[in-house]
């Protein structure tokens, strides 16, 4: 058993990191806990980043409220409303820039897609995501970016998540991969245009002594980091 810290949530061993270094051009890589050591930055960052745009529920084109709340940093911005998806240079209920790029941001998405086989990823775009439980994401494809030949990284911290890895369409099966705090996948190549989401965050997390629904690190949340190339 390696580095178990005492902040990892729930305190078991940690299975020692998949793939590292054996980048799929056509699967998601999981890195699993590479950004543990980091994490009490990235989260005090995110609170910068919320400083400047707050979290908050997007609208969806069909007219319903998104369950999971959203901010962004970086030169670009994911943004929803009626009219559609898109990025953005502007948060659209400021007016203002989004945050720059938290440079701890930045170097972790460049190496985590290095270490899956992405040489020379420069994100400029990070969609933050703040889940509570009962929060989802449903199926979807990442497809508003200029450039598909560009991997998705994406860091979850706080409270564990199943993340749900699908196929090239819809109705495709589904594989439902655990994730926890620290944990990096990325996705990029012939995997793309893969469909994904996150199943119902869990009203009850396990509680190995600690309060259910509660990560010490992040409280009642998990947050998402989404590094794209949008632009
Ligand atoms: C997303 O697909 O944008 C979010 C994925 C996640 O929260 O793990
Ligand atoms: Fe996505």
Known sequence: M?????????????PSPTKRGRGSKDDIVVLSGLAESAAAELLREIERVAAVAPFRNMVVPGGHSMSVAMTNCGRLGWVTDRSGYRYTE???????????????????????????GFGEFAPDA?????????????????????????????????????????????RDPVRRLPLRH?????????????????????????????????????GGFRFNLTFRRAG
């Open 90 to 116: 502007r948060d659209p209920l400021s007016g203002r820039a989004w945050a720059a790029m938290p440079r701890a941001f930045g170097e972790l998405a460049t190496r985590a897609a290095a270490e899956a």
């Open 2 to 14: 390696t580095g178990l810290r005492a902040d990892s949530y729930p305190p078991s061993p940690r």
């Open 126 to 170: 990070c969609l933050v995501n703040r889940y509570e439980p009962g929060a989802r994401m449903g199926l979807h494809q990442d497809r508003n970016e200029a450039d598909f030949g560009q991997p998705i990284v994406s860091v979850s911290l706080g409270l564990p998540a199943t993340f749900l890895w699908g196929g090239a369409k819809r």
């Open 182 to 218: 620290g944990d990096v996948v990325v996705w990029g190549g012939a995997a793309r245009l893969r469909f994904h989401g996150v199943a119902p965050l869990g009203r009850q997390a396990p509680t190995f002594g600690g309060t259910p629904g509660m990560h010490p690190a992040t």
